[in-house]
């Protein structure tokens, strides 16, 4: 049973900094799966926020692009998220799973909110 646990989210100020993690289990190879981190606020769709493939390839919304990096430990079997000069927009709960979701997505976890806001 393949379980997402988001964590790393909090309130901060315009200008602000985080980091999210996405820790990953009952993957049998989590390596071989693109990963991408989602998000969705009140009142608006869910949108893809960054990918990585399993070389380590990299995609990001134009939104984000300069300011958020995403990364991989296949090790570990855990994704994050860098988000640099956080802005109000970026306020919403944060989500990881697979990418493309039209092959499946795995069961979401219960995210990790992040508030930006003076």
């Known amino acids: 049973q393949v379980q997402l646990v988001e964590s790393g989210g909090g309130s901060v100020q315009p200008g602000g900094s985080l980091r999210l993690s996405c820790a990953a289990s009952g993957i049998s190879i989590f390596s071989a799966y693109i990963m991408a981190w989602y998000r969705q606020a009140p009142g608006k769709q869910r949108e893809l926020v960054a990918s990585?493939?399993?070389?380590?390839?990299?995609n990001y919304a134009d939104s984000v692009k300069g300011r958020f990096t995403i990364s991989r430990d296949n090790a570990k079997n855990t994704v994050f998220l860098q988000m640099n000069n956080l802005k109000p927009e970026d306020t919403a709960g944060y989500y990881c799973n697979r990418s493309p979701l039209r092959l499946g997505g795995f069961a979401w976890g219960q995210g990790t909110q992040v508030t930006v806001s003076s």
């Open positions: 990585i493939s399993s070389g380590g390839t990299t």
